[in-house]
């Protein structure tokens, strides 16, 4: 029997590894197949180099990636069967975020790419202590490197608020996040809540990083889903 096949987009300076644990529980069940966030500095650049021979495609996005996917999924809408949105809300940074990401470019074309620091990689997850978890989003964002950085926190400046698109459309969203994860925008997914037909499935956590974090949930999701 042939297997249903998901194409999945990590985060912001995640690499493969983010996926670490749906690939040890669904690998035989699934065609996971990876696909790097392209080098480009903006969206638009961004989906036009994402190449997909199906005629409709399965995505799963986490955090940047889910934002992605789901614009390439809002442009593209015959192109999808089904999409899932792992810690992500698809609207515009707030000016507080605008302003820091801003900086924490400036920072590294002035001094150079530091390694993230252990209480900023703390702040992403449920289990601050976990120094398991911690060394691998260490690694992670220091094998992505200054190039990527600067690029996707460029990208990021540039997002817009995809509600009304989202309203519109007729695609199967499913949405997937914690109600304390602090990198979203909980009052955005109030909102849309009132004004769509999306599934929403929400973690009763702080956790950025569920998948890894909360991987049964996640592949229950999957499974739902896809």
């Known amino acids: 029997m042939k297997k249903t096949k998901i194409y999945l987009f990590p985060g912001l300076m995640c690499d493969k590894r983010v996926f670490k644990d749906i690939y040890f529980y669904l690998e035989n069940e699934y065609e996971l197949i990876y696909v790097d966030i392209p080098l480009e500095d903006s969206f638009d650049k961004m989906i036009e180099n994402l190449n997909f021979k199906e005629e409709k495609v399965n995505l799963l996005g986490f955090s940047m990636g889910a934002y992605l996917a789901t614009y390439f999924a809002l442009k593209y809408p015959k192109k999808i069967d089904n999409l899932l949105i792992l ?107 009132n004004k769509s037909n999306c599934n929403f499935n929400i973690i009763n956590s702080s956790s950025h990083m569920i998948t890894l974090e909360k991987s049964i949930f996640i592949v229950d999701e999957i499974r739902r889903v896809f």
């Open 87 to 193: 810690s992500a809300s698809c609207c515009s940074l707030s000016k507080s975020e605008i302003a820091f990401r801003k900086k924490a470019i400036s920072f590294v074309k002035e001094f150079g790419f530091k390694p993230l620091s252990r209480k900023k990689i703390s702040s992403l997850l449920e289990n601050k202590d976990d120094l398991k978890l911690i060394t691998l989003i260490s690694n992670m964002y220091e094998k992505m490197g200054e190039n990527y950085f600067l690029t996707h926190m460029n990208a990021s400046l540039k997002r817009k608020d995809l509600t009304e698109q989202i309203v519109c459309s007729n695609l199967n969203l499913n949405f997937c996040y914690s109600n304390k994860d602090s990198l979203i925008n909980q009052k955005w997914f109030e909102n849309l809540k």
